[in-house]
Structures are given as C-alpha cells and as structure tokens.
C-alpha cells in the first residue's frame, strides 16, 4: 500500500481569512503552488510545511496527515 499525504491547506487558510495570493506571499512560493498544494499534486517541503504551520498558527501535523 502506497502512502500518500493528505492535507488541511485550503480549510486553515480559509479559516484566517488569506487568499491564495496573500499565502503564497506569506510563505514565500507562487500562488501555483499553493493551488497545487490544496489540490493535493504537490507535496510541499519539509520547510514549506512548517512555514505553512507557523502561518496558521497550528502545528504541522493538524495540516498535514499520512494516509
């Protein structure tokens, strides 16, 4: 069974009142990539993913699941 990430990205954002554009801002990346991101096609870096965390406000693993 393969493993695959399941994420939490487009709920928090939507929850802190961010736009796509505003996060990508925030954490540095295009707004592609985070689109890729909530769409699940694109698995972010370990720093990305802890940028995204510290962003929230949450830790890392309350957006980003291992299935």
Same mark, same amino acid.
Not at 21 to 48: C, D, F, H, M
């Given at each position: 069974? !393969?493993?695959? %990430?399941?994420? /939490? %990205?487009? $709920?928090?954002? !939507? #929850? $802190?009142? @961010?736009?796509?554009?505003? =996060? &990508? /801002?925030? %954490?540095? $990346?295009?707004?592609?990539?985070? +689109?890729? +991101?909530? !769409?699940? /096609?694109? +698995?972010? &870096? $370990?720093? @990305?993913? =802890? *940028? @995204?965390?510290?962003?929230?406000?949450?830790?890392?693993? *309350? +957006?980003?699941? @291992? #299935?």
């Amino acid at each position: 069974m !393969k493993d695959f %990430v399941i994420n /939490n %990205v487009q $709920v928090y954002r !939507k #929850k $802190v009142g @961010l736009t796509q554009e505003e =996060l &990508s /801002n925030a %954490v540095n $990346v295009t707004r592609q990539t985070i +689109i890729a +991101i909530e !769409k699940g /096609n694109y +698995i972010p &870096s $370990v720093a @990305l993913a =802890l *940028k @995204l965390a510290q962003t929230f406000k949450r830790p890392v693993e *309350k +957006i980003f699941t @291992l #299935k």
